[in-house]
């Protein structure tokens, strides 16, 4: 499995084999899965079946016990180092289900940040472009409130500011809709359709069963550390062929 | 007696305020300022050392960091004095002037109680901040000086300035090595005057007094404002956070 893959690799994420445990307890068992280029994949599964240990390892905020994870042909999880790796993960969007947003930063300076240090971009630069994404989320008014003034879903949208500042060819999302009110679950869902209307790739841990339907082309279900199920929502929906998928989407209609 | 107290003050308020100077060492109150204000400010820096130390993966930093913390937390502050006294020229040979004696002392008291508070702010922010800092590819040292320090010190003001407060009447142990300070300055009024110790170190409890008290009533405030900042701020976590070093803060007088 070692890639010299070129750019013109149709394969955006290419996760082979992958196994981990925590202790003796195994959460990630074989799991071989790939999202192509452009691709938006959901992935869904009972809670604690290990969606957010799978996403995590992607871009090795987890560490696994064997196999290997290609991002755009290297594999992240081999020995490198921290500097090769820091520079691979500022290329892998993350949005964390509890938004972690730097409450000691305004919002601008939240999205601003890290193209400057990580990136070397001039500041007034990254700035503009902060505003310039902060106006796509739909947040140009709160540029310079801190997250603590600010809604969930609002921070949500920040949070996907953040990410996409760093100009990754790859987002991942784990929960972004979990930790919040019903009635901003939406605007957030809003934002992620127009991020896959644009042909990001994306790979969202989520149970927004509408989402999934409306934008995946393809639904991962996971249940105790493996991907029982790979299809695309129609299939998923209409006629999931593992007795655990069905028992999970009739609990889910519930 | 509140006579002879302006009379001792009037006749000696040079020695109090600068020792000996220019004739001899800077004494007095202006040695016991520089003390404290150098000592703090240098176990500010060592106790973030330190406390990256104690959060350290590496078993090599971490522990002798962790043994030297528990070690000058457990021991009278006396006792490392007298050590650092008697034991330093014996095994470097040196002769220190006590002044430098009990600067590193102090520095490394001091250094080890904040390392402790530093340490509470970093583990109080979560693993969420590092994590986000991670994902955007922001290296470890640059998470902590961007990210997670900013906002664990900030939390800490309150408690470096009652560190400082306490800092300041630690110094007054100098007096046994003859650091020449204002405990020392008012000793040796005491010894001209002989038949006033009342008074003397009447003079000199008021002046400990004062500037202590300034400084805890500064600290006070900042950490009202800084609550306040925060409510308004932070969530649930900054909170927490603020919650160890404000009650520090508050105990230390
Ligand atoms: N740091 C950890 N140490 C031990 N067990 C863990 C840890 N993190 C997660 N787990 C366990 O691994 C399993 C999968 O967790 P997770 O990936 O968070 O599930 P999900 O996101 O699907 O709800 C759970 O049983 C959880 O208790
Ligand atoms: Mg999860």
Redesign the pocket.
């Known amino acids: 499995m070692t890639g010299t893959a070129s750019p013109q690799d149709p394969t955006a994420i290419r996760i082979s084999n992958v196994s981990k445990t925590?202790?003796t307890?195994q959460?990630l068992k074989e799991i071989d899965a790939e999202v192509a280029r452009g691709e938006v994949v959901v992935v869904c599964?009972?809670?604690?079946?290990?969606?957010?240990?799978?996403i995590r390892t992607i871009n090795r905020l987890e560490e696994i016990n064997s196999g290997s994870i290609l991002f755009d042909g290297q594999n992240i999880h081999a020995p490198m180092k921290t500097s090769a790796l820091n520079q691979l993960r500022s290329r892998i969007g993350f949005v964390f289900q509890s938004f972690n947003l730097f409450p000691h930063l305004s919002v601008v300076e939240n999205v601003s940040m890290s193209p400057i240090r990580v990136k070397g971009v001039p500041a007034h630069k990254a700035h503009d472009k902060a505003l310039l994404l902060l106006d796509r989320v739909g947040l140009a008014d709160k540029a310079f409130s801190y997250p603590g003034q600010l809604s969930g879903g609002q921070q949500q949208r920040v949070a996907i500011a953040r990410a996409l500042a760093m100009e990754p060819p790859v987002m991942l999302f784990?929960?972004p809709t979990s930790a919040l009110d019903p009635e901003m679950v939406g605007e957030v869902l809003a934002v992620m359709k127009s991020l896959a209307a644009e042909g990001m790739t994306m790979l969202c841990?989520t149970h927004e069963m509408g989402f999934a339907r409306d934008v995946a082309d393809r639904i991962w279900f996971?249940d105790a550390?493996r991907i029982l199920e790979m299809a695309t929502p129609e299939e998923f929906f209409s006629n999931p062929k593992h007795p655990r998928a069905q028992r999970f989407l009739a609990d889910l209609r519930h | 007696m509140i006579h002879d107290m302006i009379a001792i003050f009037q006749d000696y308020w040079l020695l109090l305020l600068i020792g000996q100077y220019p004739n001899g060492p800077l004494g007095g109150l202006a040695n016991t300022l520089i003390l404290s204000a150098l000592s703090i400010a240098l176990a500010f820096p060592v106790s973030i050392l330190m406390a990256l130390a104690r959060i350290s993966k590496w078993r090599l930093l971490r522990w002798p960091v962790t043994v030297l913390v528990y070690v000058t937390r457990g021991v009278p502050l006396l006792m490392l004095i007298l050590w650092s006294y008697f034991l330093v020229p014996l095994v470097t040979g040196a002769d220190v002037p006590s002044f430098v004696t009990m600067l590193t002392t102090l520095v490394i008291y001091q250094g080890a109680f904040l390392s402790e508070v530093v340490r509470a702010g970093i583990v109080s922010l979560g693993h969420g901040q590092m994590d986000a800092a991670k994902a955007l590819g922001h290296s470890y040292l640059g998470a902590m000086r961007y990210i997670i320090l900013p906002q664990a010190l900030y939390n800490m003001i309150p408690s470096i300035l009652s560190t400082f407060v306490s800092t300041i009447k630690d110094t007054t142990l100098g007096y046994v090595i003859n650091v020449p300070d204002l405990t020392f300055a008012a000793s040796q009024v005491n010894n001209q005057l002989l038949t006033q110790p009342f008074q003397v170190f009447l003079i000199l409890a008021i002046i400990y007094y004062a500037i202590c008290w300034s400084i805890t009533f500064l600290a006070n405030r900042l950490e009202r404002r800084i609550t306040r900042k925060r409510a308004g701020l932070g969530g649930g976590r900054a909170a927490e956070a603020l919650a160890m070093p404000a009650k520090i803060a508050s105990e230390q007088l």
């Open positions: 925590y202790g307890y959460v599964g009972p809670s604690g079946s290990g969606k957010s240990t799978l784990d929960e841990v996971i550390g």
